[in-house]
């Protein structure tokens, strides 16, 4: 996708949007134990994800880099 196309205020919504699809299927996780959006297990939304914050950092644009493993049960080791 074109991103430079986008304006920055469309690059934050895309942004928003795969944030608020990987709270979800946070949220249904832990109530049905599976996940709507599989955004975790589908690599296209890493892709699209790390495409957004790549030309967001070409255009100097602040905004918090997504933690793919955020909220997922940590190794006692790590």
């Known amino acids: 996708m ?20 990987l709270a979800s ?3 249904v996780e832990c109530q049905v134990g599976d996940s709507k959006f599989k955004v975790r297990d589908t690599l296209h939304w890493k892709k699209r994800a790390a495409d957004l914050e790549a030309q967001m950092l070409k255009r ?19």
């Open 2 to 21: 074109d991103y430079q196309a986008f304006t920055n205020d469309s690059l934050t919504l895309m942004h928003e949007g795969i944030r608020g699809a």
């Open 60 to 78: 100097g644009m602040s905004f918090v880099v997504i933690d793919w493993h955020e909220r997922q049960e940590k190794l006692p080791f790590s």
């Open 25 to 27: 299927d946070h949220a």
